[in-house]
């Protein structure tokens, strides 16, 4: 902590707390609101403790080969509470290239295991327990039962490992390449082709392919007078220098890679050094030489640079005020929303020219609500290479990615979603972002917006499953303001034209979405999204009482509390679970800007109430402090948002202002500084502190922007990113202030 102008700061960087999200949730039981709130996914952050850079394209974490991560104790789950897959901590080694908050997305990848091991290569594979664990940004470590000690770091494209092994006549640092994926039913990747390579004392390098990525390994090590070899099926090869496998199938797929070995004393300690890249082994190589440096050992220097890195990146916001608790959930929060996409400059394997290829986007559909505006407003660069990259994917594969792997595939995970790609474009349109030619990309907005689900919009205004039909109506309205501004007014025309088919999604008897299927949810959770025309929309309702009343009995005012799904609910109690049509608080994804609907109809006291709730009870310290995944930063980033009192609308440049859950804060957004101070903030603590766990909300009583009287309750993106002053009068009664300045609406153009 440090002091300014006679108040304290968080270092937040030592308050990251990287285990938070990776246990069951475990959360004291909530009081008002949120006791009302259903929870259908399943109650795990399923975030992984490991070592990670920032948006890059490396992590490193233990291997138990757990859902969905590879670490910890959890089997797959999809509904509840989750089942334990072991009994215990433990690891068979340390792999690389993790999810992070993930739940179903088949693709798991957790390759090239290291093992360091004082047992015979015959017991490869077998796991042992952990204990000691440390981790913070960049850094994890643990001890085996074996008693070795195991530390790692990661750069953007590399991976040092350090043991400390007890004295022993035969340790060995073991590298396995034919691993991939997790170890639950259907879980495994397995290399479809490998090589692997000796080439000289201390060094070697290998590739696999997995799902048709060619993955390269370049290493090094320190091990004077330890013996290296190649090995297979558990067997060493003595004397063998290379491995090349044409075709593996699940069926003829037997272990392989390299080892050192050689005796130890106490205490000592063997450092290897990785370089990774989807572009060759020489490349790899290149990596490793650029981020460790010619000197060995590295370990210190790679996790010195990241930690700076981290320092950079998380630095661009700061807070003041709160619990200790408070800040620690927020500086995780931060962290975790800077781990994914994994963004690797010059790595793409499907075309050749330099530029950012971009990964684990797991997927839009999680995060475009939330981590994208945060990565616009505190690291834009690599916002403008995500979309590069994704413009990129859809020059090469036809699509705009809904959710884009290590692998081809643009057109997976379309059943979430269409079109979402088009809000973060459009955004960083008004923002005016450098680096990419806007005329070419309106032409991929353009043509993604007649693909699958928008060729049958396209023709009858309409599709199902209904949800879509509000993706596409705003991937239209998004296009508009891009093809406006680039002067081609005929799309323009056109597309807001299309953009106004939002309404054919409506039922205007009951103000509610049409009945149809629904992607982990109901019409309930969808039907109070943050359209581009919300005045006709609660037009539709009845008016503001009509979808005051309605969002009232969804966010359950009034209600009784409700009882959670246990393990392994049966489809009784889920489906009574989702007739409550209830708010999903924070456990999943499609009704998480609900609570800003309230703003449009005037209510924003509304929404303090319910993100003071949000914030209290469903949010805390310790690993079970998440109530579901993590969905690779998208929760975390609303955690960021909504204590700061801002809330990002995607595609409309618009920022939503509440009372925030901190006296003070500063967002480095671009090269401005966006201060958001109060007056009469009350600090409200966190409920896993165990004090006072059921504070009142605090409302906004009056605002100023730059010292002039602010009466709307937003604010444009132009507003926050050149920065300024944000001050905000905080009361403990609702006020009228934003009850009669609404934020826009966009209605469909006359004639």
């Known amino acids: 902590m440090y002091e300014i102008a006679g108040r304290y700061r968080s270092a937040i960087l030592d308050d990251i707390d990287p285990f938070i ?20 996914k399943p109650q795990v952050g399923n975030t992984h403790p490991g070592a990670t850079s920032p948006l890059g394209m490396v992590s490193a974490c233990a291997y138990s080969g757990a859902y969905p991560t590879g670490y910890g104790r959890y089997a797959k789950n999809t509904e509840g509470v989750p089942e334990e897959m072991f009994g215990r901590l433990q690891a068979s080694g340390f792999t690389h290239f993790q999810q992070s908050g993930t739940g179903a997305i088949r693709k798991y990848y957790n390759y ?79 290399p479809l082709r490998a090589q692997v390579e000796s080439i000289g004392h201390g060094r070697a390098q290998g590739t696999v392919v997995m799902e048709g990525v060619p993955l390269s390994v370049y290493l090094e090590t320190d091990t004077p007078g330890w013996r290296q070899m190649l090995w297979y099926d558990r067997r060493l090869i003595d004397g063998g220098t290379r491995l090349d496998f044409d075709s593996i199938r699940h069926t003829t797929l037997r272990p392989f890679g390299m080892l050192f070995m050689g005796s130890t004393r106490p205490g000592q300690t063997v450092e290897l050094r990785m370089g990774f890249s989807l572009r060759g082994c020489d490349q790899a190589r290149r990596n490793l030489e650029r981020e460790c440096g010619p000197d060995a050992p590295a370990f210190n220097v790679v996790r010195s640079r990241t930690r700076a890195r981290w320092r950079e990146y998380v630095s661009r916001v700061q807070v003041e005020g709160g619990t200790r608790a408070r800040r620690r959930v927020f500086a995780t929060g931060l962290y975790h929303s800077l781990i994914k996409p994994a963004i690797a400059d010059d790595e793409s394997p499907f075309w050749p ?143 807001e034209r299309r953009g106004r088919g939002w309404i054919n999604a409506f039922d205007p008897a009951t103000g509610l979405l049409r009945d149809s299927e629904f992607y982990e949810g109901g019409k309930w959770n969808y039907s109070f999204r943050l359209i581009h025309d919300m005045a006709a929309r ?21 209600a009784e509390p409700v009882k ?56 805390g310290t310790g690993p079970g402090g998440l109530p579901g995944n993590d969905d690779s930063g998208g929760l975390s980033s609303w955690y960021v948002w909504a204590s700061l009192g801002l809330f990002p609308v995607a595609g409309q440049h618009l920022f939503l202002v509440n009372a925030p859950a901190f006296e003070r804060a500063v967002l480095q957004a671009g090269d401005g500084e966006f201060v958001i101070e109060t007056s009469g903030h009350r600090q409200t603590p966190i409920g896993v502190d ?56 966009h209605p469909a153009p006359k004639g």
């Not at 949730?25 to 008002?32: E, K, R, V």
């Open 353 to 495: 020219t330099a530029g950012p290829f971009a990964f684990d986007v797991c997927t839009m559909w999680d995060i475009y609500k939330t981590q994208l505006p945060l990565l616009a407003a505190i690291a834009p660069d690599r916002f403008a290479d995500l979309l590069e990259s994704l413009i990129r994917v859809c020059e090469e594969e036809g699509n705009f990615p809904i959710g884009y792997r290590m692998a081809r595939g643009a057109d997976r995970f379309f059943r979430q979603a269409s079109a979402l790609a088009h809000t973060a474009l459009a955004d960083a349109y008004a923002l005016r972002l450098s680096g990419i030619d806007w005329s070419w990309a309106l032409v991929h907005m353009s043509d993604d917006l007649r693909r699958m689900y928008g060729e049958d919009f396209y023709e009858h205004g309409v599709v199902h499953p209904i949800t879509h039909t509000l993706d596409l109506a705003y991937g239209h309205f998004c296009t508009a303001q891009v093809a406006r501004a680039v002067n081609d007014r005929r799309l323009a025309d056109d597309s």
């Open 564 to 619: 959670q799904p246990g393990r392994c609910p049966d489809s009784v109690e889920m489906a009574a679970g989702y007739a409550l049509n209830r708010f999903e608080g924070l456990n999943n994804e499609p009704d998480m800007e609900a609570p800003w609907a309230y703003h449009y109809a005037g209510r924003p006291d509304r929404t303090a109430e319910v993100v003071h709730s949000a914030l209290t009870w469903q949010f």
């Open 21 to 40: 999200g990776t246990a069951a949730t475990d959360l004291p039981s909530p009081h008002g609101l949120a006791a009302t709130w259903w929870w259908p």
């Open 112 to 190: 090239v295991r290291v093992t360091p091991m004082v047992q015979p290569l015959d017991e490869l594979g077998e796991s042992w327990g952990l204990r000691d664990e440390v981790a913070e940004a960049g850094y994890y470590a643990a001890t085996l039962d074996t008693g070795v000690r195991c530390e790692i770091t990661v750069g953007a494209k590399v991976a040092v490992h350090r043991y400390t092994f007890p004295e022993h006549h035969s340790a060995r640092v073991v590298v396995d390449l034919s691993l991939g994926g997790l170890a639950i039913d259907l879980g495994r990747t397995v």
């Open 690 to 745: 165990g004090l006072d766990q059921s504070p009142p909300a605090q409302y906004v009583q009056s605002a100023t922007l730059n010292g002039k009287p602010l009466h709307g309750s937003h604010l444009s993106a132009a507003d926050v990113h050149r920065g300024g002053r944000l001050h905000l009068v905080l009361g403990p009664e609702p006020s009228d202030w934003g009850s009669r300045r609404r934020p826009p609406s």
């Open 538 to 558: 609660i037009g539709l309702a009845g008016g503001d009482a009509g979808f005051v009343a309605m969002l009232d009995e969804f966010f359950g005012y009034g």
